[in-house]
């Protein structure tokens, strides 16, 4: 089975960073991925790790370390429109399967 | 930008009563997926779907839920005799193969009274 642990909550204030991690323990491992998700609203994809190291894609970034089942998703110059909640999924491939499995959330407040 | 979608975006039944939720994934898609997320909780894995046929489903999809591709490009998902606890947002998805970001659809809203 998989097991996805992340912060129920985090505030930052506008312009800072933030650093939201998440740890995993799970078979099958294939590939770590981060989703926006507004209230109301469906998961945005934001990133996916496959192998070790940082993913930059333009304000956010991500890191893998799979031999730690670890993972943070780093947002920089935080806009107010950046809270949300940010959901840690990981890709499992099973026999002819293949599905995300999601963390509970870390819902970002962005604070004045 | 091709994109997933879902209707109705929202739907309100009776309990007991059958509901079908519809999805078109993205065309040149392979693998088609539903989830389901109650209010301010996880999005949770309900089913997979290659080949025209379930390839994974979790506990949660009991027999009172069936998936099926009518044609080639419809794909739904029927839930038989709707309960009070199977008011949740229905998420559809779809990939291109079995790697890689999952595209969600908006999602349809079951509200079960």
């Known amino acids: 089975g998989q097991n996805i642990d992340q912060p129920t909550e985090m505030t930052a204030t506008e312009g800072a960073i933030v650093q939201i991690n998440c740890t995993y323990q799970?078979?099958?491992?294939?590939?770590l991925f981060w989703y926006q998700q507004h209230a109301g609203e469906a998961p945005t994809f934001l990133s996916y790790?496959?192998?070790?190291g940082l993913e930059e894609k333009g304000r956010f970034s991500s890191f893998l370390s799979r031999s730690k089942g670890y993972s943070y998703l780093l947002l920089k110059e935080l806009q107010m429109k950046d809270s949300a909640s940010y959901l840690c999924?990981?890709?499992?491939?099973?026999?002819?399967?293949?599905?995300?499995?999601f963390g509970k959330g870390t819902k970002l407040s962005v604070i004045p | 930008e091709p994109e997933v979608t879902q209707t109705p975006s929202h739907q309100v039944t009776q309990m007991g009563q059958e509901v079908i939720l519809r999805c078109v994934p993205i065309?040149?898609?392979?693998?088609f997926y539903w989830y389901r997320q109650i209010l301010g909780q996880k999005v949770e894995f309900l089913v997979s779907?290659?080949?025209?046929?379930?390839?994974?489903k979790s506990e949660i999809f009991d027999d009172q839920f069936s998936v099926e591709r009518p044609d080639g490009s419809n794909f739904t998902l029927k839930i038989r005799s709707t309960k009070l606890e199977d008011s949740a947002m229905y998420f559809c998805?779809?990939?291109?193969?079995?790697?890689?970001?999952?595209?969600f659809g908006e999602g349809s809203r079951l509200t079960v009274l």
């Open positions: 790790n496959v192998l070790d």
């Open positions: 065309s040149n898609h392979l693998y």
């Open positions: 779907f290659y080949n025209n046929e379930i390839s994974e």
């Open positions: 999924a990981v890709g499992y491939s099973g026999a002819g399967s293949y599905q995300l499995t």
């Open positions: 799970t078979s099958g491992f294939n590939g």
């Open positions: 998805a779809s990939s291109p193969g079995d790697a890689g970001e999952l595209f």
